[in-house]
C-alpha cells in the first residue's frame, strides 16, 4: 500500500486532466481565498500602516543587514522550527502537522501531474507518511493538546467555526489513507466512498480559507518578522521596555516599588502548573 501511487489505479476512471484540473482549482481558491481575506480584513493595509507607525517611533535604525539577519532569524526560528510555540507538545504537534502537509501536499502535486505514473517510485512513499503525519499530529492537537479540551473541559467532539481548518485537514489526510488501503486491498464498494469522502474534506480545507485559519501559514511569517524588527529598532509595538530588576533605576521607578527587597528569582509563578481548574 504505502509503495503504491493511488492516484495511478484512480486514471483507469478518471481522466489525467480532470485530476489536474481539480488540483489547478484548489490552487486557485487558496490564492484567491488568501486574497480575498486580505481585502475583507484589510490585514495588508493594516500591516503596512503599522509597519509605518512602528517606522516613526524607533529609536534606532535597523540597516538591511541587520534586517537580513532577522528574516534568516524569522525563518529558522518561527517558520522552520515553529519556535513561537512556548509548549513543547504544542510545537511538536504542529511541526508534525506543517511538515506532513507539505509532504503531503508536494508529493500529492508531483504524482498527479507526473501521469500515467512516471513519478518517482518514492513519492507514494512520502504522500502517505505526509498523512499519517499530518493525522499524528492533528488527532493529538485535537483529543489533548488544545486549550478548549486540555484546559476548559469541553468535550473533544465540540465543534466551533475556529476548528474549519485542523478538521478538514486532518479528515482530508484521513479519508487518503483510508481510501489507499481499501484500494489496496481491492474493497470496490467502500473504495469509492472513502474516495468520495476524501475529495469532499479536501475541497472544504482548500476552499473554505477566507473564513478558516488556512491563510495562517503565509501571515504569520510576516507577523513573527514585523515583531523582531520593532523589538530591533525599540519601537516595541508602543509597550515599555521589559523592567530588569538588576539595575537600580527600574527597580527604583514606581511600578516596581513594591519588588524592591523582593528576592531576584521569585520562582515559577503561574508557569508553575498548567491551567487545569476551571
Ligand atoms: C503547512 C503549513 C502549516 C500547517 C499545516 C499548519 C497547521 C496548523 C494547525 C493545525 C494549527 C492549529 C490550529 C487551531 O488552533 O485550530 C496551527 C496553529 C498555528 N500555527 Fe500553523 N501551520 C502551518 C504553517 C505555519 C507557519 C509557517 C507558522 C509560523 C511562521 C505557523 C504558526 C502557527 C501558530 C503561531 C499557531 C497558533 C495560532 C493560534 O492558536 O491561533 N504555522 N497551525
Known sequence: MISSNPFA???TVIPNYIMQGYVVAMFIMVIGGTILDMIHKRSAQYFFANS???KAAAVREVGAGAKASIAAKTVANEILTSGEFQNTRRRLSHLFTMYGF???LVSTV???FSLPDAAASYMPMLWHLGALMVCFGG?????FIRVDVSAEGNPWYRL???DMFVVSLILTTTFALIWSALQSAGVAGWQTLAFIAFIASSTFLFSTVLWSKFAHMFFKPAAAYQKRVTKADGSR???PEMADRTSAADRNRHSMELLKDAPLDMGKGISREAPRHY
Not at 488527532?139 to 483529543?143: C, D, P, Q, T
Open 139 to 143: 488527532y493529538w492537537f485535537w483529543f
Open 110 to 112: 508531483n504524482m498527479i
Open 237 to 239: 509595538e508602543n509597550l
Open 160 to 162: 466551533v467555526r475556529a
Open 9 to 11: 489505479d484512480l486514471s
Open 102 to 104: 507539505i509532504l503531503f
Open 52 to 54: 509605518k507607525k512602528a
